[in-house]
């Protein structure tokens, strides 16, 4: 059986969607567990008036953190294999089938990950993710990871119960990012069964894509660097090349944003990790030059 983990906050409007994606996959041996952080929406009517005995529905205090729900959805799951979706996002109808069957014919592999499609308000935006790669790879992915020359999107993911052991939990004390912290440490312990194959429709919206999420994003993303150093699983090298690249992404969200002088700051602190960034000196040298035209 495979436990599905859905968290929801308020996506009333959504949510149904993503549900009957999951109660009408061809590998019907499932538990839809739906862990909701405290939605004052309908989300609640809408579930509990379904019939579908696979499902179970919990609501939750709310706290902001989806990494507290999993937790609990997975302590309350039973199903050897557990699987994540997101309240906004659907699967294509085969998905769990040809993840199943991988890990099913596959011992020497902890999980299993696809490629999806992006839209946008019924607008295709891609296709596929890894345009390059075909077929099934099995492989560590975490090298690829932390050089970020992979993306792996967590409602892909589908793993074995026994990954937890060595894994750990997410983590609780991130409000943004704890998915990826989570990735991280799977990929360092365990290989991937990848499927080159579009089953995940990711639902891009604007509330999953602001320059707000996108700040707070990469400073989780700063703080998962900083535990992966401090258990031994990347270089202090690999810490510092993590740093640059988040400040300098940061400094790009706020010059979005008009804040010149958070910019600049941001841009500071990338070189300060890596000097050798000629770009970085020309995004710093632009903000010192808009900042003088401004007073201007």
């Given at each position: 059986m495979v436990s599905v983990i859905l968290t929801t906050y308020n996506r009333a409007h959504l949510v149904m969607e993503s549900i009957y994606s999951v109660l009408g996959q061809t590998h019907s041996d499932l538990e839809l567990i739906i862990a909701d952080d405290g939605s004052t929406d309908n989300t609640e009517e809408l579930v509990q008036a379904l019939p579908d005995p696979?499902?179970?529905?919990?609501?939750?205090?709310?706290?902001?953190?989806?990494?507290?729900?999993?937790?609990?959805?997975?302590?309350?799951?039973?199903?050897?294999?557990?699987?994540?979706?997101?309240s906004d996002d659907t699967w294509t109808e085969n998905k769990l089938e040809k993840q199943v069957q991988l890990?099913?014919?596959?011992?020497?592999?902890?999980?299993?990950?696809?490629?999806?499609?992006?839209?946008?308000?019924?607008?295709?935006?891609?296709?596929?993710?890894?345009?390059?790669?075909?077929?099934?790879?099995?492989?560590?992915?975490?090298?690829?990871?932390?050089?970020?020359?992979f993306v792996m999107y967590n409602p892909t993911l589908v793993m074995r119960r026994s990954c937890i052991e060595k894994t750990g939990w997410f983590n609780e004390d991130m409000f943004f990012c704890s998915d990826y912290h989570f990735n991280m440490r799977l990929a360092y312990h365990f290989d991937a069964g990848i499927i080159y194959e579009s089953l995940l429709w990711r639902r891009m919206h604007d509330t999953n894509r602001s320059t707000l999420v996108s700040i707070e994003n990469y400073e989780g993303f700063v703080q998962t660097f900083e535990y992966l150093y401090a258990h031994n699983m990347v270089s202090k090298k690999h810490l510092?090349?993590?740093?640059?690249h988040a400040y300098l992404n940061i400094g790009h969200a706020f010059k979005q944003q008009r804040n010149l002088p958070a910019a600049r700051?941001?841009?500071?602190?990338?070189?300060?990790?890596?000097?050798l960034q000629p770009f970085c000196y020309l995004y710093l040298l632009k903000t010192l030059g808009s900042g003088v035209q401004s007073k201007r």
């Open positions: 696979r499902i179970r529905y919990y609501k939750m205090p709310h706290t902001g953190r989806t990494a507290i729900l999993k937790n609990a959805a997975i302590r309350l799951s039973k199903g050897e294999l557990i699987a994540f979706i997101d890990l099913h014919k596959h011992a020497h592999i902890g999980f299993s990950i696809t490629d999806a499609f992006s839209y946008r308000s019924g607008v295709m935006l891609s296709p596929r993710t890894y345009t390059n790669r075909r077929g099934i790879e099995f492989a560590s992915i975490f090298n690829r990871l932390k050089e970020n020359r510092q090349k993590a740093k640059s700051q941001h841009y500071w602190r990338s070189l300060k990790h890596n000097l």
